[in-house]
């Protein structure tokens, strides 16, 4: 069964940094681009950033600069760092993997930045 498991959100100060983490299991994880979303309170889930099985990373322009995707195919993992951070940047963030044209989505964790 797939399934993407989320850790490292939290509180942070503005300016600071975190690094989230989202591990899968049921895929051959190696093969799949992977991608990071949040939504902020009252807003529609926006895509943020993402990986391609190979390697190559895009941003959406709120992040560019910002955060970093990266992914360690051995321990199935794809990560998020996030520097810079802002109180716009306050949102639940998700890792999202497309499988047979199908979405699937870690829990979600709270990323809170404080000014």
């Known amino acids: 069964q797939l399934q993407l498991v989320e850790s490292g959100g939290g509180l942070v100060q503005a300016g600071g940094s975190l690094r989230r983490s989202c591990a899968a299991a049921g895929i051959r994880f190696s093969v799949y681009g992977m991608y990071w979303y949040r939504q902020a309170p009252g807003k529609q889930r926006e895509w943020g950033a993402s990986?391609?099985?190979?390697?190559?990373?895009n941003d959406a322009d709120s992040v560019k600069g910002r955060f970093t995707c990266s992914r360690d195919n051995a321990k199935n993992t794809v990560y998020l760092q996030m520097t810079r951070l802002k109180s716009d940047d306050t949102a639940v963030y998700y890792c999202n993997v497309r499988v047979v044209g199908n979405h699937y989505w870690g829990q979600g964790t709270q990323v809170t930045v404080t000014s």
């Open positions: 990986i391609t099985s190979g390697g190559g990373t």
